[in-house]
C-alpha cells in the first residue's frame, strides 16, 4: 500500500503530485504535503478560482509555499470577473511578490493586464527575483476606441512597462504581445542586463506591429540570445533609418530619435513570420553570432473565425525574403541553420542563398542545416524552387557540406539520387559527423538504392509517418511559446 511506503519516499512520489489531489486522500496525505513547500509553489488562478472562496484559499496555499521560489499564472480573464475579488486575489498576491520568480497573465485587455500586474508589482518597487514575465492580451482596446490611446490617466499595459528593466532587474525571459498599447517606449538609458529571451507575439494583432518600439526594445536588451517575432499581418514596417541625422516616426512621448542597426552581439537564434514587419527586423539589427533562423509564413486563424489566413504570395513578397537575407548575409556570417515555413524562395533565390556568386562567395559559408515545412508549388512557376537541380548544385560544390535536410508537409519531388549526391558531395567523415535526411509520407521519389546507399554511408534516415508531422502552430499563442522554433529545424 502507498501508506507503507517510507516517509522520504513518499515526500519525493508527491512532489510530481498535485498539491490539492494528494491532501484529499487521507489527512496522513495532507499532513505530509503540508510539510513540503515546493509542492504549493505553483499558482494557477483562472475563471473558476474568482469565486468568494478564491481568496481564503489563496492565502492558504501560499502560506504552506514557505520561502521556496512561486511560479504564478493568472488567467485567462475578462471583464465579466468578479473584480472586487480579484483585487483581493492581487492583493493577496502582492504579499508574496519578492517570491515570484515566473509570472504569467492573460487577460482580454491590455489595459486590463496593466491594471493586475500593476496591483501585484507595485511601480516604483525592485523585484529582483522575477526572471520570467509572460503577458498575454486577447484584445487591444486602443483599436475600438482610440480616444483611449492618449489618456494619461488610464493605466495602459505600456506605460506600466516603461521602466521595466529597472523593477524587473534579473528579468531573462519577456514575453508581450506586440498590440501599441502593449509595447513599452524603454528609456535610451535603460537596459536588461540579463534579458536572453524576448517573445513578440502578434497572433491577434490586426494592424501591422510598430517596429521603431521593437527596435527601441532590442536596444535596451544588448544580451539577447534568443527573439521570436511573428505576427499575422502581412504589411511591413514603418522606415528605421539609420543615419543618425534623419528622425524615426514619431510615437510615444514624440521620440524621433529611434536608429538602427541594433547592435545585438549574443543573439544566435531568430523566428520570425513573413512577409511583414517580423521578417524585415533583419534590416535593423546586426547580430554576427546569429546560428539559427527560421522563416515561418504560416499564419493563424482568421479573428473571429476558424480558418486560415491565406497569404497570397506574390514576386514582391519574394523579393522582400530575399532582400532581407541579403542584408544578412553581409552580418551574419556564423548562420548554421535554416527552417523555412510556408514561404516560397524561387530556385534562383535558392541558388544564390546557398552558393552565393563567383565574385562574392558563399553568402553563409557555414550553413549546414536546411528544413523545409508546408511547402507547395509556387504560384510563379508551378515548381518549387527547391529541386533536383538545387541539388545537383551540391555535387558540383562541395565548399557547403549539408549535415541535415528536413522535407517535412512538403509536395513537391525529389529524387532520392538527388538527395544522394547531395549529401555524398560533403562528406567528410561520416563515422565523426552527423548527417540526417528527415522526411515525411509526401515525399514518394524519396526511395530507392540511393538512399539505402545514404544509410550505410553513416546518413541516418528519418521517415516520418502521416500522425508525427504536425504543422505548425504558433497562432494558437500561448505562454508555452517556444521560442527557439527547435521543432523547426
Known amino acids: 500500500m502507498l501508506q507503507d511506503l517510507p516517509l522520504d519516499i513518499l515526500r519525493e512520489i508527491f512532489r510530481y503530485c498535485d498539491a490539492k489531489s494528494v491532501t484529499e486522500i487521507s489527512s496522513y496525505f495532507a499532513s505530509i504535503a503540508n510539510s513540503i513547500p515546493s509542492l504549493w509553489s505553483t499558482i494557477r488562478i483562472g475563471q473558476r478560482q474568482v469565486v468568494p472562496e478564491g481568496p481564503d484559499f489563496l492565502s492558504y496555499w501560499l502560506n504552506r509555499s514557505g520561502t521556496v521560489a512561486l511560479q504564478v499564472s493568472i488567467g485567462p480573464l475578462d471583464h465579466d470577473a468578479a473584480f472586487d475579488t480579484v483585487d483581493k486575489i492581487c492583493h493577496i498576491l502582492s504579499n508574496f511578490n519578492y517570491g515570484i520568480n515566473r509570472f504569467e497573465i492573460s487577460t482580454e485587455t491590455a489595459m486590463l493586464a496593466g491594471t493586475l500586474i500593476g496591483k501585484i508589482f507595485p511601480s516604483k518597487v525592485t523585484f529582483s527575483n522575477l526572471l520570467s514575465l509572460s503577458i498575454r492580451v486577447e484584445d487591444d482596446e486602443a483599436d475600438d476606441d482610440e480616444g483611449s490611446v492618449d489618456d494619461e490617466d488610464l493605466p ?25 498599447d502593449s509595447l513599452p517606449m524603454v528609456p535610451k538609458k535603460a537596459s536588461f542586463s540579463h534579458l536572453h529571451t524576448l517573445i513578440l507575439d502578434g497572433a491577434l494583432e490586426r494592424d501591422d506591429p510598430s517596429i521603431i518600439l521593437v527596435v527601441a526594445l532590442l536596444h535596451s536588451a544588448p544580451q539577447l540570445e534568443t527573439l521570436w517575432f511573428k505576427h499575422v499581418t502581412s504589411v511591413h514596417y514603418s522606415f528605421v533609418p539609420n543615419d543618425p541625422a534623419t528622425p524615426s516616426a514619431p510615437v510615444k512621448g514624440d521620440r524621433t530619435d529611434v536608429r538602427g ?37 504560416s499564419r493563424g486563424p482568421v479573428r473571429g473565425d476558424h480558418e486560415r489566413y491565406d497569404i497570397a504570395w506574390d514576386h514582391d513578397d519574394t523579393s522582400d525574403v530575399l532582400r532581407c537575407l541579403k542584408r544578412l548575409s553581409l552580418r551574419s556570417k556564423q548562420l548554421r541553420r535554416l527552417a523555412i515555413t510556408s514561404a516560397y524562395i524561387p530556385h534562383a533565390d535558392w541558388k544564390w ?76 567523415d561520416p563515422q565523426s559527423e552527423s548527417y540526417e535526411l528527415d522526411f515525411g509520407p509526401l515525399c514518394p521519389q524519396l526511395v530507392g538504392d540511393e538512399l539505402e546507399g545514404l544509410a550505410a554511408a553513416g546518413v541516418k534516415l528519418i521517415r516520418r509517418q502521416e500522425d508525427e508531422v504536425v504543422e505548425d502552430t504558433w497562432w494558437t499563442r500561448g505562454h508555452s511559446v517556444d521560442p527557439f522554433d527547435l521543432h523547426a529545424y
Open 261 to 297: 542597426p541594433v547592435f545585438l552581439p549574443s543573439l544566435t537564434s531568430l523566428a520570425v513570420s513573413a512577409p511583414g514587419c517580423a521578417l524585415d527586423i533583419i534590416l535593423s539589427i546586426n547580430a554576427p553570432a546569429l546560428h539559427s533562423l527560421h522563416i515561418d509564413g
Open 353 to 428: 542563398l546557398l552558393f552565393g556568386t563567383p565574385s562574392e562567395g558563399l553568402p553563409f559559408p557555414l550553413l549546414e542545416t536546411i528544413a523545409l515545412h508546408d511547402i507547395e508549388e509556387t504560384p510563379a512557376t508551378g515548381q518549387c524552387g527547391f529541386n533536383d537541380a538545387l541539388l545537383s548544385k551540391y555535387a558540383q560544390d562541395p565548399r557547403l557540406p549539408l549535415r541535415r535536410l528536413a522535407i517535412l508537409r512538403c509536395n513537391f519531388l525529389l529524387s532520392g539520387a538527388a538527395v544522394a549526391q547531395a549529401f555524398k558531395s560533403g562528406f567528410k
Open 156 to 180: 495602459r499595459l505600456d506605460r506600466y512597462l516603461t521602466d521595466v528593466a529597472e523593477r524587473f532587474p534579473s528579468l531573462q525571459t519577456f514575453s508581450l504581445p506586440t498590440f501599441y
